[in-house]
């Protein structure tokens, strides 16, 4: 069973940045994509972006130019960097990795941005 744990969640002002992480327990060569989702209050659970085993990355229009994917294959860990943060960034960040048909997730980190 693939086990996957966010970290780096916290409260920033408007305008800072964070860098979460998503740790797999197994080598993330393995999948055919990861990605970042996101929840906010009251709000369906929404991609934020997502990463391919050959490391094309795809995102929502509302992070394009702001946050950033990546992986590191040694590490079996997948980044993302959010940069200008806004309000509206505020929710629980999930980790998705899918292999073989099947989709794993995270427990969520909380991002909340004061503006």
């Known amino acids: 069973q693939v086990q996957l744990v966010e970290s780096g969640g916290d409260l920033v002002q408007a305008g800072g940045s964070l860098r979460l992480s998503c740790a797999a327990s197994e080598t993330i060569f393995d999948f055919n994509r990861m990605g970042w989702y996101r929840q906010a209050p009251g709000e369906k659970r929404e991609l934020v972006g997502d990463?391919?085993?050959?490391?094309?990355?795809n995102y929502a229009d509302s992070v394009k130019g702001r946050f950033t994917i990546s992986s590191d294959n040694a590490k079996n860990t997948m980044y993302v960097q959010m940069n200008s943060l806004e309000p509206d960034d505020t929710a629980v960040y999930y980790c998705?990795?899918?292999?073989?048909?099947?989709?794993?997730w995270g427990k969520g980190t909380q991002v909340a941005v004061s503006s």
């Open positions: 990463i391919t085993r050959a490391g094309t990355t």
């Open positions: 998705n990795a899918n292999k073989y048909m099947a989709d794993y």
